[in-house]
């Protein structure tokens, strides 16, 4: 055990956060790696075949854990089981926030790139967008690299401008209407 118990614990973490069910799944290979002894065979390394055993008790745990989810459920205090309801409203309501504000954030970006001419549109998409070097998109349009980054610098500064411009009418039309 204390040569193999690095190994058998490294498996056991990667399946398990929890320190108990780390020492759990440890506990368990070792113990059917005595029980089953007999049926080592030699063929490969002893410590391969303790691994495959702390693999398969490990998935076995899991396995038995999804079978029975109301067991842990059920473990929760009586003040535990309402604050996790609240963490889980709370977290959809952020999620469905999150994905509305990519909604109104894609609209935007969407009405500003129109603003802009087609060859900035293709440079801010490239390198901004794709994340592509301004080599490859000098390649790709036939501009010198020293053209590609100024076009860039440019349409970046266009972009600020017109997404103040759409801001700045936003505003002004908020405040006459509210």
Not at 36 to 65: K, P, V
Not at 84 to 90: A, G, I, K
Not at 97 to 116: I, M, T, Y
Request: aromatic content about 6%.
């Amino acid at each position: 055990m204390r040569r193999f118990s690095p190994r058998v614990f490294s498996i056991a973490g990667k399946f398990f956060r929890q320190r108990a069910q780390i020492e759990d799944a440890a506990q368990e290979a070792f113990l059917k790696a005595y029980t089953q002894l007999s049926s080592y065979e030699g063929r490969g390394s002893f410590e391969g075949w303790l691994s495959r055993i702390t693999a398969n008790q490990c998935i076995n745990m899991l396995r038995s854990a999804k079978r029975r989810p109301e067991s842990t459920v059920s473990e929760l205090t009586d003040r535990a089981g309402p604050w996790l309801e609240n963490q889980m409203t709370d977290a959809s309501i952020e999620r469905h926030q999150a994905h509305e504000r990519g909604l109104v954030a894609s609209d935007l970006a969407d009405k500003v790139l129109n603003e802009l001419s087609p060859e900035d549109r293709l440079v801010l998409l490239s390198i901004d967008g794709e994340h592509l070097p301004v080599k490859d998109v000098a390649e790709m349009t036939g501009w010198s690299e020293s053209k590609v980054k100024v076009r860039a610098f440019r349409a970046r500064r266009r972009m600020r401008q017109a997404v103040e411009k759409l801001l700045g009418t936003r505003l002004t039309t908020e405040k006459k209407g509210g």
